[in-house]
């Protein structure tokens, strides 16, 4: 007899877990149907589990769409209660409890989700939206900031403009201060700060947002940033004030290259930045390959080359911005062309390229061969002209003329103001 009752007790147990499975998977089928798009299965999925989190989630939303609160909080809770660890219902409740005016209950259960999913990308723009109506600004951001490290390229789109209001107001933009402070947290940054500088409506909020980056301990300020915001003021026509923050960011050993011509004697290495430095950027195949190197008969320790193969380009790619104030100054040098061939040669410019245009003074040609020789010119910087650019030329006005080979070595560049 006792063997009987255990025998059907184990069968009962069995046909109890085949049961549950049974319910368990069913419900699981209607959910996925409901998820293809019919309706109805959502409830059928409850008829097999009445607990299954994600069916009572659904109607708990649908509910909310058809402003029956009550019957969506009681869903919604139910769905919490089955998976305690997802935070979608939860920022549900948090928005119900936010439209009844239940700012504690919804401000709680706002940290809550926010410790179930600190990454998920949804639920972190769906807290910052929250802590956004609650106007807290701080809270929103890095809510934000977050959801944007593991978004789509979409949400750039639509929230860089803001994170840029946020900026432009000295009243909010200190919530960005964790971002600034160490932005290698955070994929995104760079591409919002060359948004800021396409987009930024005033100076103010790029100086503020590049303080904010200097003042950071643990991610100083990058080289690119400094680069792309110098040019930045350059494109403004605010050269005086691109020229001040270059020169504030150059190494103390390179202060000693200072002056209205910036290692006149091609001391430092060309490292083609956007600031009062060398720049050379001939085109790839082009033929031309502008470096540094030792040779007899220069003043320091190295001295410009500039190569030539004699293949046809119209050749104005070694240059330097200059910020010459209104006056008249003198350009001197030395250079030793090497075998230079050419119809007419090469010959130093400088023209205005802000706040007018316009040819302020250039130099001889250089042709063929030789020893070092000296060379002089004037440059008359009219009023208006705010800022200026030195480059190296090939001379003519038809193509052959650009057909140049040979070599010509540079050195001691400099400008003075005339007396």
Request: glycine share 8%.
């Amino acid at each position: 007899m006792a063997l009987v009752v255990k025998r059907t007790l184990l069968i009962v147990a069995a046909a109890v877990v085949v049961w549950q499975m049974l319910a368990v998977n069913l419900s699981n089928f209607f959910v996925e149907d409901a998820r293809y798009g019919n309706s109805k299965s959502w409830q059928t999925a409850l008829w097999w589990d009445k607990s299954h989190p994600v069916a009572l989630a659904r109607l708990g939303v649908d509910a909310i769409d058809e402003e029956q609160p009550v019957a969506a909080l009681a869903l919604l809770r139910a769905s919490i209660a089955s998976n305690p660890a997802n935070a979608r219902p939860q920022m549900d409740v948090v928005a119900l409890y936010a439209a009844d005016d239940k700012t504690e209950q919804s401000d709680r259960l706002a940290t809550a989700a926010n410790v179930l999913m600190p990454v998920r990308p949804a639920t972190q723009l769906e807290l910052a939206l929250y802590w956004s109506s609650r106007e807290r600004v701080e809270q929103a951001v890095q809510h934000l900031a977050v959801a944007l490290a593991g978004g789509s390229g979409r949400l750039r789109d639509n929230y860089f403009p803001q994170l840029l209001e946020i900026a432009a107001l000295e009243q909010t933009r200190d919530a960005l201060l964790p971002i600034t402070e160490n932005p290698a947290l955070y994929p995104w940054w760079d591409a919002f700060f060359t948004y800021a500088l396409r987009n930024a409506q005033d100076i103010s909020t790029m100086t503020a947002l590049v303080a904010m980056r200097e003042a950071s301990a643990q991610e100083p300020l990058s080289a690119i940033e400094r680069d792309r915001y110098v040019r930045w003021l350059r494109e403004d026509d605010l050269i005086a004030e691109a020229y001040l923050y270059w020169v504030n960011g150059l190494q103390k050993e390179d202060l000693r290259y200072l002056g209205y011509l910036f290692d006149g004697g091609f001391e430092r290495k060309i490292v083609n930045t956007s600031g009062f430095d060398w720049t050379a950027n001939p085109p790839r195949n082009s033929g031309v390959r502008i470096t540094t190197g030792e040779t007899y008969g220069i003043d320091g320790g190295r001295a410009l080359r500039a190569s030539f193969s004699g293949k046809r380009i119209q050749f104005s790619h070694l240059r330097q911005n200059l910020f010459l104030g209104h006056g008249a100054y003198v350009l001197t040098g030395k250079v030793r062309p090497d075998n230079l061939k050419a119809r007419r040669g090469l010959q130093w410019r400088v023209a205005c390229n802000a706040g007018a245009s316009g040819l302020l003074g250039e130099s001889e040609a250089f042709l063929g061969g030789g020893d070092w020789r000296a060379f002089s010119f004037d440059i008359n910087v009219p009023q208006g002209c705010l800022g200026q650019v030195l480059s190296l030329n090939s001379v003519g006005t038809r193509q052959v003329d650009h057909e140049v080979s040979g070599t010509l070595w540079v050195d001691a560049l400099r400008i003075e103001r005339k007396k």
